[in-house]
Nanobody, 121 residues
């Protein structure tokens, strides 16, 4: 399975970005897709994820601002980020594992290369 993120960039506080994670190989509909982020000097943290059956989870820090979705026909997962804050600045990664979302990075089997999101004050 290969995952390729896109959609990162520089945005002002309060702005929006949509990240995409395109998957190839494997059976996308069987996978849970997780989103993580890592800021400089910090550990990689769970942002949210969507299970194979569409159940969605969010970290408290992004709940109400970020929306996760998937399109199985396009083998793509999305992270819509609204009301962005400077503290959202990080490299964002998508990851996949079979079936259900979990929050620990070590439990994911495949990772994208990451995309930088920078939110200016």
């Amino acid at each position: 399975v290969q995952l390729v993120e896109s959609g990162g960039g520089l945005v002002q506080a309060g702005g929006s970005l949509r990240l995409s994670c395109a998957a190839s190989g494997g059976t996308f509909s069987n996978y849970a897709m997780g989103w993580f982020r890592q800021a400089p000097g910090k550990e990689r943290e769970f942002v949210g994820g969507i299970s194979w059956n569409g159940v969605i989870y969010y970290a408290d820090s992004v709940k109400g601002r970020f929306t996760i979705s998937r399109d199985n026909a396009k083998n793509t997962a999305y992270l819509q980020m609204n009301s962005l804050k400077p503290e959202d600045t990080a490299v964002y990664y998508c990851a996949s594992r079979v079936m259900v979302v979990v929050i620990k990075p070590k439990d994911y089997d495949y990772w994208g290369q990451g995309t930088q999101v920078t939110v200016s004050a």
